[in-house]
């Protein structure tokens, strides 16, 4: 189902799929699935899209976001009344295999009643089936960009003909690495093109990229936070950067912490944080985007199944974890960014169940600190009696 994750770009009146002027063919599927009014990034970006502008999109998944492409790019497709002899003519590139094969079911619900094929093709699997889908005249290709490189390496694809052109997930793109491969991507794609970017965050390095690839783009943003559950209990311990590995053992050893999601800044801290767990017995996972995919899905398992007691993860790498009677969050590091500690804290304190925020703050966070607390608008409780404050 989709989330509401916002309540600031909530519309007051009552929005239907047929006012976004969406073709018949396309909401009789919307109406078999329910949907029963666009989400609010749907509501913003679908009009714009379908005017044929680029759009810089701030929205995390859960809030509808493929359907505000796909949709829009379907119609078009539709409106040009492409053909198996067409070439491809949409280019979705995604960063897991997970978020490519979800975005390609969307885009099978959503085409039942087109003429339009598409295809979803990612690495470490057997190439064979995604090259006889290919040679079958695709329209729409999703694709992870590695296994999109290999086979245009190979011959298979041509991206000449691309008029849309969608990232998705960029920030997760970044930190999975895979800017090097997007570089070399770009430049087979034609200079004329409606490009539509999504991502999680508008950090710096993400705003680079887009600016790099968008033109005269829309902004549509739907994930601003500035409100902490009031079920989650928050304190912060004032400590020295090199103290905070002794501090998080003490933590953990000394409170009835059943299950804790730890959050560090960097894939390296994550990793170091979990090898100093581990070798002082408490058992511990890191997860982050340099981690293999089946590494990760096991770490996630184990959590989840409880034989692994603390997950460490960074921000991006947290995105898509969703654990039940989560109890704790640890902030090993204050984020840069207010608004991640909001998000970061949210993992706890869902559905009605209390929820416990750590943080720990050495003295060139105290900025960071302050801005949460300018955020929250609210003093986090200070625990001093801590044997390295
Ligand atoms: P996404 O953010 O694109 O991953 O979508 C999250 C979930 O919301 C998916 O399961 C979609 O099928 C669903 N969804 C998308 N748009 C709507 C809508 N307008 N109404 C209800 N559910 C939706």
Redesign the pocket.
């Known amino acids: 189902?989709?989330?509401q994750i916002s309540n600031n770009n909530e519309q007051k009146h009552r929005m239907t799929?047929e006012q976004l002027n969406l073709i018949q063919p396309l909401l009789g599927p919307?109406d078999k699935?329910?949907?029963?009014?666009?989400?609010p990034?749907?509501q913003q970006s679908i009009p714009h899209i379908l005017e044929g502008r680029d759009i810089f999109g701030c929205?995390?998944?859960?809030?509808?976001?493929?359907?505000?492409f796909?949709l829009p790019i379907l119609q078009m497709l539709d409106a040009k009344r492409v053909g198996p002899k067409s070439g491809i003519k949409a280019l979705i590139l995604a960063p897991t295999r997970e978020l490519a094969l979800?975005?390609n079911e969307?885009f099978e619900?959503y085409a039942e009643n087109l003429n339009i094929k598409h295809c979803v093709i990612f690495g470490g699997v057997n190439q064979h089936s995604q090259v006889n889908a290919l040679r079958n005249g695709i329209n729409v290709l999703i694709a992870t960009p590695g296994r999109l490189l290999d086979l245009m390496g190979q011959g298979f694809i041509k991206l000449n003909q691309v008029e849309y052109f969608v990232l998705d997930e960029a920030d997760r793109m970044l930190d999975m690495g895979f800017i090097h491969d997007i570089k070399r991507i770009l430049p087979k794609l034609p200079e004329k093109k409606q490009t539509i970017f999504f991502s999680a965050t508008a950090a710096p390095d993400i705003k680079k990229l887009a600016d790099g690839l968008l033109k005269n783009p829309v902004s549509v943003n739907v994930t601003p936070v500035s409100s902490a559950s009031e079920l989650v209990e928050q304190s912060v311990y004032y400590v020295e950067k090199d103290k905070k590995r002794s501090l998080l053992q003490y933590v953990l050893k000394n409170n009835d912490i059943e299950h804790a999601l730890v959050f560090t800044r960097t894939k390296h801290g994550a990793d170091k944080v979990a090898k100093e767990l581990n070798k002082s017995g408490i058992r511990a996972e890191a997860i982050h985007g340099n981690k293999s995919q089946n590494a990760r899905e096991r770490a996630l398992a184990g959590f989840k199944d409880r034989t692994i007691r603390i997950l460490v993860a960074t921000d991006i790498a947290s995105r898509g974890i969703d654990v039940d009677r989560l109890s704790h969050v640890i902030n090993f590091e204050i984020p840069e960014v207010a608004e991640t500690y909001v998000h970061r804290i949210g993992r706890t304190g869902r559905a009605g169940s209390l929820g416990v925020a750590m943080s720990f703050c050495a003295t060139e966070e105290i900025p960071y600190m302050k801005s949460v607390t300018k955020l929250l608008n609210k003093k986090i409780n200070v625990v001093e009696s801590h044997p390295f404050a």
């Open positions: 189902m989709y989330l799929f919307l699935m329910g949907y029963v009014e666009p989400t990034i749907q929205a995390q998944t859960g809030t509808g976001k493929t359907a505000a796909a979800q975005i969307n619900l």
